[in-house]
């Protein structure tokens, strides 16, 4: 008798524990407080939608990566980064600028901006205004085709931030008399 008296309150305790992470959860949404979303989600941003579909170490000795980036190698002790993003136009009638202001933030406050990198490179992330319908990367082109299937963010962190997570990628809309500018954010999966 005395474990079933045991089992019922435990299985008591469990349910109140749920019950009250169920309510802090809501009061948590209540505040305003969002939370990053995850690699591989869409959210919209600024009218436009934005999918951050992998972020991947880049290895500039092999075949595959040279042709995300020709520039130097990064230095002893950090390593690039790709981040790979689809941002589309789900309106019928409206062109909208995409967002140029990408921050990718660190659990100890550290902030780090992409690479610039040459308009020519077929798997930059380049901003642009977005017809309804359109993409970055366009439909058919290199870097839609690829394995990342996005336009990239090159990123140089030093090894050691890299191991500060999550890292946080935040993505600001330009403001128009639409859509006001707005920063939602990303776990980049490292």
Known sequence: MALRNRTLAACALALTLAATLTACGSDHHDLGVEEPAREGLSIEIGGLNYNVFITRQLNLAITPDKAYYEG??????????GVF?????PTEDETILSA?????????GEEFEPIE???EN???????ELTPGECIPQ???????????????????PLENTENRPLVLEVTSPGTDDHPAETKSFFLDL
């Open 122 to 128: 077929a798997f930059a992330y380049n901003q642009r």
């Open 139 to 157: 439909d058919g082109s290199v870097a839609q085709q690829g394995p990342t299937a996005g336009s990239m963010l090159l990123f140089d962190f």
């Open 72 to 81: 130097p190698p990064a230095e002893p002790g950090n390593t690039l980064y």
């Open 85 to 89: 993003i689809l941002v589309c136009n």
């Open 100 to 108: 140029a202001d990408f921050v990718v933030t660190d659990n100890q």
């Open 117 to 119: 990198l040459p308009e």
